[in-house]
């Protein structure tokens, strides 16, 4: 018996046995939060992350042997890689997801579910894809402005 | 002058319950890592570390008495068994008991306890994995005291050695294990609309741990 193997298999068997069981028992509480009118969206993300553990891991892991072990900038390559993966790859999808969640609004096929104005998700999806151009914006003011007021 | 081998007797007792030693003290470091740090913590200078230390410390005690001869005191340990036939009992005996009691049943029933306590730590709506990787630390101890023991080196450093060795093994082989469950923790977070960003960045962290100290030295160079 060994410290190690006790805290791999830990691992293994909460994100192997029990995340994917409690993935539903979220999703079956996002239905019910849903029916209620309350805010379902973290217990059904959270549900579909409890699935995904492995694959977050595996992406982590990525993020974080982007360089040496011993390489001092591997923390700071490790979260710009995280903040790239968030902005470049996930935000895009959200925006495809706003876009679609935009149309049906403006069908009228969810806007009896939920009192939200077509133009919100647009402008979502829109600020999802224009992030990037958003901060760059944001250093051009503040490069702008480090020689003072004149 | 000859010693006398009643006293070489009684430093071969001391040093041959070395062991039993630090098997006390790895077993009051899994007690006192649940006690002072809440368990997926520790305290530096706390009782974990302490005893820690001192396991360390009994491990590696006949390498450390050579720092004496440097220092100019000569420390001549005893070679052979021990003559005096009570004295040898008196360590069989210590080390029986240590070895089968206290290792082999006392700790493992605590971890049992441990176990308990984790179901009862979640009942109370505390969090039941620090308990559980208590649990584990106790159950491990015989293997841990020989991780120890592969990472004796011998010389006078060999308690620095050990130290290192440990710190290398926590950051290379424990807490990339760590960094999964703290990326289990972030989504649970998520679910339950808990803070999430923390664990992610501990994640990272995790994953990432002799960077961070590469970091560190080379912000002190």
Known sequence: MTFYHGILNLTGWAGNVILPTLAGLFLAIAVVQFSRGTAYSHTMYGGFMCLMVSGLLRAFETFSSQRTWNDPDLFWVASISFVNWI?????????????????????????????????????????????????????????QGTGGVT | ??????????????????????????????????????????????????????????????????????????????????????????????????????????????AAYFVLRAILDAAAGGHPLPSVLTAMFLLGIQTTYKLFATYNTGTQNATADVLDSLWTYLAGTIMPIAAGLAIMGAIFNVATQRPALRLAGVALALLSVSALWKLVLAMVA
């Open chain 1, 87 to 143: 902005c470049n790859v996930l935000l895009p999808l959200y925006a495809a997801l706003q876009v679609a969640a935009g149309g049906l609004q403006m069908a009228g096929v969810t806007n009896r579910f939920q009192p939200i104005s077509w133009m919100r998700h647009f402008a979502s999806a829109g600020l999802c894809l224009l992030l990037s151009g958003l901060l760059r914006l944001g250093e051009f003011f503040v490069t």
């Open chain 2, 1 to 110: 002058m000859v010693t006398p081998q009643l006293l070489n007797d009684v430093i071969n007792v001391l040093l041959l319950l070395a062991p039993p030693a630090a098997f006390v003290s790895l077993v009051l470091a899994g007690i006192s890592l649940r006690r002072e740090g809440g368990g997926i913590s520790f305290v530096i200078g706390g009782g974990f570390t302490k005893w820690m230390f001192w396991a360390v410390v009994f491990v590696t005690l006949q390498p450390l008495l050579m720092w004496f001869s440097s220092f100019g005191v000569p420390v001549s340990l005893p070679g052979g068994g021990i003559n005096s036939h009570w004295l040898a009992s008196l360590q069989t005996d210590v080390s029986n008991f240590v070895t089968n009691f206290v290792v082999g049943r006392l700790a493992t029933t605590l």
